[in-house]
């Protein structure tokens, strides 16, 4: 119940495209999911992060989408450039602030 | 401010030596999180703090692991004796009063 489902495992997309990663979750006493981006060789960075009282947030090209009754939640890059290039995790807590985290996803986007 | 701060950034040393691992948390942040990275196992945490307290230890996977926050701003990540099986990269994180958590650079460790 405390897991994260992340998909795909990999995911590579043509420059110009959008690409999605999907996470989904059991314990609904969740209450943040963030969005996390890391570059080889470097820490992981939170990218964006929504709570279930919103449906969607935007932040320029990222967008999560948050689907309460079916417990899942997107990250839609619109527009991928070969910068976003990098592996995505999402994650999910409660009140106590411990990150569940999904497996993480290997974005490639080819120029 | 600087960010998380981790030392050194890699390690080599060899199965059975002591490592440590040393990190400065963000001023003012008041939790501060240890994690470890794997291929195999992804990002595991392995211990958090809050306002220098050990809060959950759970994720140490042995009594090999040991880890300290002496003051606010220092906390180590103590592997005694090393095994190969140790080697990853050691993420500390830390956040002010809330989830969002800002990650170091991260210690690769290697044992051989």
């Given at each position: 119940q405390q897991q994260v489902k992340q998909s795909p495992q990999s995911l590579i997309v043509q420059k110009g495209g959008i690409s999605i990663i999907n996470c989904a979750y059991e314990?609904?006493?969740?209450?943040y999911f963030p969005w996390y981006q890391q570059f080889p060789g470097k820490g992981p960075a939170l990218l964006i992060a929504i709570r279930p009282d919103v449906s969607e947030k935007k932040e320029g090209r990222f967008t999560i989408s948050f689907n309460k009754s079916a417990k899942q939640f997107s990250l839609h890059i619109m527009?991928?450039?070969?910068?976003?290039s990098a592996t995505y995790f999402c994650a999910a807590t409660d009140s106590n602030y411990q990150l569940i985290w999904g497996a993480g996803t290997k974005l490639i986007i080819k120029p | 401010d600087a960010g998380v701060i981790q030392s050194p950034r890699h390690e080599v040393t060899e199965m059975g030596q002591e490592v440590t691992l040393r990190c400065k948390p963000i001023s003012g942040h008041d939790y501060l999180f240890w994690y470890r990275q794997t291929m195999m196992r992804g990002l595991e945490l392995l211990i958090y703090f809050n306002n220098n307290v050990?809060?959950?230890?759970?994720?140490?996977?042995?009594?090999?692991f040991s880890a300290k926050m002496p003051n606010a701003s220092f906390s180590t990540l103590k592997i005694q004796?090393?095994?190969?099986?140790?080697s990853a990269v050691y993420f500390c994180a830390s956040s002010n009063r809330g989830p969002e958590a800002f990650f170091g650079q991260g210690t690769r460790l290697t044992v051989v």
């Open positions: 314990n609904t006493a969740f209450d527009d991928s450039q070969p910068g976003d | 050990p809060i959950d230890d759970s994720g140490m996977p042995e009594d090999r004796p090393s095994e190969p099986r140790d």
